[in-house]
């Protein structure tokens, strides 16, 4: 398991992953995004990354594919900084696995890889929200050191507000905590 930038290579495994969601809510959002022109989608998601052409209201954020040989298993969004819409429902990072391949602990593993690239982005700490009735989602923000913040209503959902301290910053508090 591997986790990639987009790329042209993995067009057959996307089109069959978004297939294989069929009507399910998707997350995380760019996997809403129209990939009919599949060169577009990849520059569309290049320009996120790097800020440029932004929709309103939307921070950069970088796309992540984990892929498994030729196949797309799980993806990821991570946002660079919050703004006020998403500090208060949808925090740093969202991502989902592909349905054939849930439950063997990929959700997991996905969380643990981005919250590693969050930590190359200087971001700390992690803010991970989910839904109060997705166990698996709590489940596995829980796994990655998650500790539960808040939980707020968000169009008349519960929003559980969960923060991670990124692996630098948890050797820091450890070395402090030696002194
Ligand atoms: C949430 C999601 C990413 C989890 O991925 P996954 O690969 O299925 O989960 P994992 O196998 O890594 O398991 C994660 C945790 O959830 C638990 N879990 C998995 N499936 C579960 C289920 N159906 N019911 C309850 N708990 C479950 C696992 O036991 C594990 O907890 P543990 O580490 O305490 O044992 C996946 O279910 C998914 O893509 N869902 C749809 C999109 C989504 O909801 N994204 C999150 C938005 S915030």
């Known amino acids: 398991m591997q986790l990639i930038l987009p790329g042209i290579e993995y067009e057959e495994s996307y089109r069959d992953y978004i297939e294989e969601l069929g009507d399910e809510e998707r997350y995380p959002f760019p996997l ?9 989608l ?8 790097q800020s440029i052409d932004l929709p309103e209201g939307f921070v ?6 984990l892929v498994h040989g030729s196949d797309i298993v ?3 969004n991570l946002r660079h900084y919050l703004n006020d819409r998403i500090r208060y429902a949808g925090g ?11 439950g063997r602990a990929l959700g997991n593993r996905l969380l643990e890889l981005t919250l590693e690239k969050a930590a190359e982005h200087g ?6 929200h989910c839904h109060k009735h997705n166990e698996p989602s709590a489940r596995m923000i829980i796994a990655n050191g998650g ?3 808040s939980e707020i209503n968000d169009d008349g959902e519960v929003v559980q507000r969960y923060v991670v301290n990124t692996p630098k910053q948890s050797h820091t508090v450890r070395a ?3 002194v």
Do not use: M, Q
Not at 32 to 40: M, T, V
Not at 60 to 65: L, V
């Open 32 to 40: 809403d995004f129209d990939h009919s022109d599949f060169a577009a």
């Open 42 to 49: 990849l520059a569309k998601l290049e320009r996120f990354r």
């Open 60 to 65: 950069p954020a970088t796309t992540y594919w």
């Open 74 to 76: 799980g993806v990821s």
């Open 92 to 102: 740093h990072i969202g991502l989902g696995i592909r349905p054939a391949w849930r």
């Open 123 to 128: 971001i700390n700490p992690v803010y991970v």
């Open 147 to 149: 500790v539960l913040e």
């Open 176 to 178: 402090y905590g030696a």
